[in-house]
């Protein structure tokens, strides 16, 4: 049972490079998110989804793109990176029945993103 | 803004003290979580207490939850070195549908 898996985890990128960050869950998890952390900001998520075919946006979602496809993946497309993408992101997955969210997040180990 | 605050930002004390980090937040909630990071890891979860609940344990864990006040307290009894890491209270709020929140930790070092 592997969890929550994400790749790569290092990636450094020039500025208007396209690139796709993959994450994987082998839980059934129904919800899926991804999260950005940056110094002194903790995490701030960037776009959720409650189910395969749905996803919405977080607080920060200008300059990602996400689709989720199967319940198992929840890939995040940054389409022209910039400087101000560099961070640590995280994806994390949870259970919810009936569109309700229960309990606990499941973290990947994160994926270290640099735009030069 | 953040929904939920700790602190202190940093906290650093001998083995063996008890540690004690605050959470503060703004709106209703329905369950207030811990989280704890590693240096270069993922988050992983510790504790969940509900909003009808005062105080939960879990081993040398403490949490407790005044929803008076809005504000939660994780403490950490007999501290160990393997305990340094970043901490992190995360709400989830009917107001906020099915995103938790996070603040933005407290860095907890505890020296041997």
């Known amino acids: 049972n592997a969890g929550v898996t994400q790749t790569p985890k290092f990636q450094v990128l020039k500025t208007g490079q396209s690139m796709t960050l993959q994450c994987a869950q082998d839980?059934?998890?129904?919800?899926m998110s991804w999260y950005r952390q940056d110094p002194g900001m903790g995490l701030r998520l960037i776009h959720y989804?409650?189910?395969?075919?749905?996803?919405d946006q977080g607080e920060v979602p200008n300059g990602y793109n996400v689709s989720r496809s199967t319940t198992e993946d929840f890939p995040l497309r940054l389409l022209s990176a910039a400087p101000s993408q560099t961070s640590v992101y995280f994806c994390a997955s949870r259970l919810a029945r009936l569109g309700v969210n229960t309990g606990e997040l499941f973290f990947g180990e994160g994926s270290r993103l640099t735009v030069l | 803004s953040q929904q939920g605050e700790e602190d202190p930002q940093a906290l650093s004390i001998q083995e063996g003290e008890n540690a004690t980090m605050n959470c503060s937040y703004k709106t209703s909630i329905n369950n207030l979580q811990w989280y704890r990071q590693n240096s270069g890891r993922g988050l992983v979860h510790l504790i969940l207490?509900?909003?009808?609940?005062r105080e939960k344990h879990s081993g040398r864990l403490r949490v407790t939850l005044d929803t008076s006040k809005k504000s939660s307290s994780l403490l950490i009894t007999a501290s160990r070195a393997a305990d340094t890491a970043s901490y992190f209270c995360?709400?989830?709020?009917?107001?906020?549908?099915?995103?938790?929140?996070f603040g933005a930790g407290t860095i907890l070092r505890v020296k041997s």
């Open positions: 207490i509900r909003s009808n609940e």
């Open positions: 989804s409650v189910g395969a075919g749905i996803t």
């Open positions: 995360a709400t989830d709020a009917t107001i906020y549908g099915n995103k938790l929140v």
């Open positions: 839980m059934n998890h129904e919800y």
